[in-house]
């Protein structure tokens, strides 16, 4: 069974840092996998999908990596804004063709 | 487009009350999901359909609960009776093409069993 986890749980940084988030997940026979920003109270954006045959994507200040053969992806966020501040959520897509999700990381970005 | 749309965002209700959730899928999308989410668990995919048709319902917690997509731009969530386990936020969202393809959430329903 596939167990997705996300560390840190919580992250707070000053404006401008750049930070890793990270995601390991137990069964490396994934399909693809995906991150997701979640804003409170409302539903999940998606921000990057990564394919298994890829090792990265980026979009904007962005990029997310995938060692699929060590159960691992992070998401970098550069030069951090104050409207970064969300959950960011991994979720790896298996060969059932179901995404499983970790439990998130709550950022916070203070001016 | 306007994107998945959730009614109602809030609800409160009794134990023991009928309670119906209801999701508009994108246009052209041909698969919804139907997830759950809690502080303690996370989020949690309760039941999709790819073409109107429930493919995969495992995440269903129990009889109380059930999932009809009569047709490919609605689709309704039912627990029946509800209890206050079930308050939890109540995602919908839909794709095209692959199931673990790109997903695109609604802005979810708050539910709240007392």
């Known amino acids: 069974k596939q167990e997705v986890t996300q560390i840190p749980a919580a992250l707070s940084v000053p404006e401008g840092e750049n930070l890793v988030l990270n995601c390991s997940f137990t069964d490396s026979a994934i399909y693809n996998l995906q991150w997701f920003r979640q804003d409170p109270g409302k539903g999940l954006t998606s921000l990057l999908l990564?394919?298994?045959s890829q090792r990265e994507q980026t979009s904007g200040r962005l990029n997310a990596s995938l060692d699929k053969s060590s159960g691992r992806s992070t998401l970098y966020i550069a030069a951090s804004q104050p409207g970064d501040s969300a959950t960011y959520l991994c979720a790896p897509g298996g060969n059932n063709r179901k995404l499983i999700w970790g439990l998130g990381t709550s950022l916070a970005v203070n001016p | 487009d306007a994107g998945v749309i959730q009614s109602p965002r809030h609800e409160v209700t009794e134990m023991g009350q009928e309670v119906t959730l209801r999701c508009k899928p994108i246009?052209?999308?041909?698969?919804l999901f139907w997830y759950r989410q809690t502080m303690m668990r996370g989020l949690e995919l309760l039941i999709y359909?790819?073409?109107?048709?429930?493919?995969?319902d495992s995440g269903m917690p129990e009889d109380r609960f059930s999932a009809k997509m009569p047709n490919a731009s609605f689709s309704t969530l039912k627990i029946q009776p509800s209890e206050p386990r079930d308050s939890a936020v109540y995602f919908c969202?839909?794709?095209?093409?692959?199931?673990?393809?790109?997903?695109?959430f609604g802005p979810g329903t708050r539910l709240t069993v007392l």
């Open positions: 246009s052209g999308h041909n698969s």
């Open positions: 359909f790819n073409n109107n048709v429930p493919i995969d």
């Open positions: 969202a839909s794709s095209f093409g692959s199931p673990i393809g790109e997903q695109f």
């Open positions: 990564i394919q298994s």
